[in-house]
């Protein structure tokens, strides 16, 4: 392939401020860009030729520089309680995932920002697969075009089915930032999906730039992944702690909160790990962290998958945690978790492999795999 060809305009993950300016170069006034943008996101056109109300000639122009490209589903699975998760093929030929989660009248998409992952916190799944790319600002919007699409026919007493996304896929959204602040954009636009803000929340181990970013771009919800109550474990566990420690790291948050003003808080995800962060020594001195610290706290049991040496917490144990939060004033849940039946639990994602030489070879394997199943 000629290195110096163009590649052509991703038109899924253009916010409509990109997308303005895309079509004044094309010479068209700025209304054409509600117009492109309702006939991507909300008729989900597969063709640019489909947008029959858009002139011949743009969409002439448009077939030569620009196109639609929602990552192909190699396989869907649906889980007892619900839960389904697709394996989707990215451009690079790799597989990714991405989870719905249906909870009465909420349905949490949880979307993947990278194959794979390079920080390999130590009891993530994804992470012992090592980094094999980035995945396009319109392969991360794609994922939640592909759900909506999908699942309207079944819920088509709700006006949408996916309220919530979450990036706590695959991958390190912070570590993907060019890409996924425009794929969050288009997520909160009316012109887009039109999900509130509050209900956008982008994940992160602690990319303290990352989040210095995000300040300035977006006001999108933050969650991250803390784990430990202080940098001696948290180095351990969230290798990326020792260039970016605790206090740098919520010190960030802080910013980010009070940025967004309306009382908003950052939500604070703790995985379980037995006998490693749970112990009555490391609550108390979590509550003591996160004394006066905008936020809510999110304990994740630990899901097992094949080579780990982690192990869950006992119930009570969990119990134990969460009720001395919620004693200290912490608004505390725990999430249940769903759909491990078909692996597609927190940490879970693209699981099953754990080694780390042939990684583009390995994720084609994955994705063949399920194409043949
Ligand atoms: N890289 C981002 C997005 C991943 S989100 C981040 O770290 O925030 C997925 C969440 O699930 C993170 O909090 C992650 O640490 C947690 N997690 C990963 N593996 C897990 C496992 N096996 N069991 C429970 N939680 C896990």
């Keep these: 392939m000629n290195q110096l060809t163009p590649e052509k305009i991703d038109l899924l993950g253009l916010s409509q401020a990109q997308m303005t300016s895309v079509l004044a170069g094309y010479g068209e006034k700025p209304y054409r860009a509600a117009q492109v943008m309702k006939w991507l996101h909300h008729r989900s056109v597969m063709k640019i030729d489909d947008m ?35 394996l989707m093929r990215s451009r690079s030929g790799s597989a990714i995932e991405t989870v719905f ?26 992470g012992k697969q090592g980094f094999n790319s980035n995945l396009t600002a ?52 009316d012109l887009g999906y039109g999900i509130s803000k509050r209900k956008v929340t982008i994940s992160t181990a602690g990319v303290v730039p990352g989040i210095l970013r995000l300040k300035e771009t977006t006001d ?13 474990l948290r180095d351990q566990l969230v290798p990326i702690n020792r260039k970016y420690p605790i206090a740098m790291l919520l010190d960030a948050c ?12 950052i939500t604070i995800e703790y995985t379980l790990l037995d006998g490693v962060n749970d112990q009555a020594e490391q609550v108390r001195e979590l509550a003591v962290l996160l004394k006066n610290f905008p936020c809510k706290i999110n304990l994740i049991p ?35 978790t769903r759909g491990d039946d078909i ?21 084609q394997r994955i994705a063949l795999q399920a194409a043949a199943e």
């Excluded at 000639?57 to 190699?74: D, N, Q, S």
Aim: charged content about 25%.
């Design 254 to 265: 802080r910013d980010y909160a009070e940025n967004l003003g309306e009382k908003r808080t």
């Design 302 to 336: 630990f899901n097992p998958y094949p080579g780990t040496t982690f192990k869950r917490p006992s119930a009570a144990s969990v119990r134990y945690f969460q009720d001395y939060l919620v004693g200290k004033g912490f608004s505390t849940m725990v999430r249940t």
């Design 343 to 363: 692996d597609a639990a927190c940490g879970q994602l693209a699981g099953q492999v754990v080694d780390r030489t042939s990684r583009s070879a390995r994720y």
């Design 101 to 126: 989660i249906p909870e009465g009248n909420r349905g949490t998409l949880c979307v993947s920002s990278q194959v794979g992952c390079i920080l390999d916190c130590k009891f993530c799944s994804t």
């Design 52 to 86: 029959t109300d858009i002139s011949k000639k743009l969409r002439t122009e448009f077939e030569a520089g620009a196109e639609i490209h929602e990552p192909e589903v190699l396989s869907e699975k649906v889980s007892r309680d619900g839960t389904r998760k697709w």
């Design 220 to 232: 999108a919800s933050l969650a991250i992944s803390l784990h430990a109550p202080n940098d001696a």
């Design 138 to 189: 319109g392969e991360i919007v794609g994922q939640l075009r592909m759900a909506e699409r999908r699942l309207r026919a079944e819920f088509e007493d709700r006006n949408r089915v996916v309220t919530n996304v979450v990036l706590m896929g695959m991958g390190e959204p912070l570590l993907n930032i060019d890409q996924v602040i425009p794929a969050v954009s288009v997520m909160m636009d």
